[in-house]
Every structure is written in C-alpha cells, then in structure tokens.
C-alpha cells in the first residue's frame, strides 16, 4: 500500500512536541468520564499555553496565571468553525470545574483561568497501576522467576519450626508493647526514614507538626509519601512545559519552601479538625486534599520564584553597561 505522507523516524522523534492530556481524564472512575474529547484537547492546548502566558506577565495580584483569548482567536487556534462551539467548548470545562471565567469589562475579552483537575487517591492508584502492569510486561521473562527460585534452593522455610518464625504483626503482641513500638520509631524517624523521603523540602519543624498528628511510623511515611508524589507531579508539569530541569528545581528547593511547606501543613491540619465541626464541610477524603493542598501550593510558589528569576533576568538585560 502506497502512503501519501511518510512514517514517523527514530531520528524525527527527538524533534517532534505533541500536546499532553492528563491520564485522569480516561481513568475509569473519574469525574472527568463524560468530558468531551474537544473539551479535553482545548484543555491540554491552554495548559501549554501556560508557560506562553506566564513569559507575557499574564498573572493577577494573587500569583494566578490567566489567558487572554477572544472567541474569535479560540476558533482558529481550537480549529472549530462557529464560536457557539467555542462557547460550548468552555461552558463545558466551567461545568467539570476547569477553567475560569472573569469578566473584564464592555468590550474586553474575558480572563480565562485553567483550573488544576481533582485528582483522587483512586485515579492516582490506577495510573500508577497501569504503569506498574506496563514495567512489569517489559520484564526479561522469568527474571522474577529464576530470583524467586535461588531463593528456595537456598532457603528452604518449609523446615523452620513456626514458632522460630518470625511475625512482627500487630496480633503478637500488647497494646502496651505496640505503644512502646510506635513511639521509639517516631522518635528516631529522622535516622530511619527512607533517603529519597528526607529530601530538603520538610524541615524539622514540619516533621514535628507531621509527628503530632500521627499515631503510627506508617501514618508517617505516608503523608510523606503524598508530598513527595505532589512535588514531583509539579516538577514533571513544569518541565513538560518547557523550563529546564535546573530551573525547576531551583523553584522547589530551599529554606524558604521548608517554611511554605510547614505552613500548608499545618494549614491542612487546622481545616481537617475544622471541618469535624461542619458537616456540610466534612473533609471526606483526607489523603486527597493532602495531595491537593500541597500540589498547589507547590505550583503557585514554583512559579512565584520563576517569574522572579525571570524579572531578574530581564533587569540584568536591561541594565545600560557603564
């Protein structure tokens, strides 16, 4: 069969740039299940915009970055024909609380804001399950296998008498015991902690305010885990939108992200036992809008301190040489 256009080359691809779309849109469980496929291509076409807006000094007093489109100008770029479907197009992302809309003023096209999507501690297991089923296809076969195999020639457990066994489940032991357990574990926290968990970004002091708020060495690391997983999803956006990997993690090191983090922490803290207090206002997912809290927090301050370092720049530039 004769092709008209030819095929993509290995070479080609080091050269190509695609738009992304976030997984969660066609996770199974997702809010986003009925989002439209053109709501969910004029949404990955804004979120590439954002570093376009960010070089334009396109963000309000709060630090938000905003969009400057006429309806017009989203027809061509979205290559739609009507702006009825434009206007469709962005109702829809408002509806599935994507994008924002602030007017401002007779004759002057509105301000759009690209809103985070709500990912959920289910759509993060199923991403992250499907990447895990993708690695383990590309497994050597029998890698596993022949490990596990070496294992039992060497070690034959079968023989170990069950009381010699060792089980350091919960069930063996006191309560007391599993008190005395706890507490040693979370005071030597520091020198047992995984290394790539006890990165420069929480401080002592955020490690305390953590510590008072769990019971357990488990209760610890995972709540660890989770802004680990945030600041690394902010780093990978903000790469995939162009910044050098230098720069970005220039925007989420340092002592004053330490401070930030112990701060959003405790801000956290404060509106879970709040919201005991507020039915209506129940926090019903606690590991979510820990994720959540801090994957904002984390973009906003990454880009407070890129657009600093952008200033500087351009002051630098300007600067008449004596």
């Not at 691809?13 to 986003?32: A, D, E, G, I, N």
């Not at 024909?81 to 002057?108: H, P």
């Not at 993060?124 to 195999?149: F, R």
């Amino acid at each position: 069969m004769k092709h008209h256009s030819a095929p993509y080359t290995r070479n080609e691809m080091t050269r190509t740039t695609y738009y992304q779309l976030p997984k969660v849109f066609f996770t199974k469980h997702s809010r986003y299940q009925n989002l439209s496929l053109q709501a969910a291509v004029a949404f990955s076409f804004l979120h590439d915009r954002l570093n376009y807006s960010i070089k334009n000094n396109w963000c309000d007093e709060n630090g938000d970055i905003y969009f400057v489109f006429t309806n017009a100008e989203l027809c061509e770029t979205l290559k739609v024909k009507s702006k009825a479907t434009v206007i469709k197009i962005k109702k829809e992302l408002e509806k599935f609380d994507l994008l924002d809309q602030k007017r401002m003023g007779l004759n002057q096209p509105n301000r759009l804001y690209l809103l985070h999507p709500n990912v959920t501690a289910e759509d993060v297991y199923e991403v992250n399950s499907d990447i895990n089923k993708t690695s383990q296809s590309l497994e050597p076969q029998g890698s596993s296998k022949n490990e596990h195999n070496l294992y039992k020639e060497y070690l034959d457990t079968s023989k170990i008498h069950e009381d010699t066994q060792l089980d350091f489940s919960t069930s063996k032991y006191a309560p007391e015991q599993i008190a005395v357990q706890n507490a040693d574990l979370k005071n030597h926290l520091d020198e047992i902690m995984d290394v790539k968990a006890n990165t420069n970004f929480i401080s002592h002091e955020a490690l305390g305010v953590i510590k008072a708020w769990c019971n357990t060495p488990a209760q610890i690391e995972r709540i660890i885990q989770i802004i680990l997983n945030a600041k690394n999803s902010t780093a990978k956006e903000m790469i995939d939108q162009g910044f050098s990997l230098q720069s970005t993690m220039l925007g989420l090191e340092g002592e004053a992200l330490q401070q930030e983090v112990t701060t959003w922490l405790r801000s956290y803290f404060n509106k879970i036992r709040a919201s005991e207090q507020n039915p209506k206002k129940r926090i019903k997912n606690a590991e979510n809008y820990l994720y959540r809290t801090m994957y904002n927090g984390f973009t906003k301050f990454a880009h407070t301190q890129l657009q600093a370092q952008n200033r500087a720049l351009t002051e630098e530039s300007e600067r008449p040489i004596e």
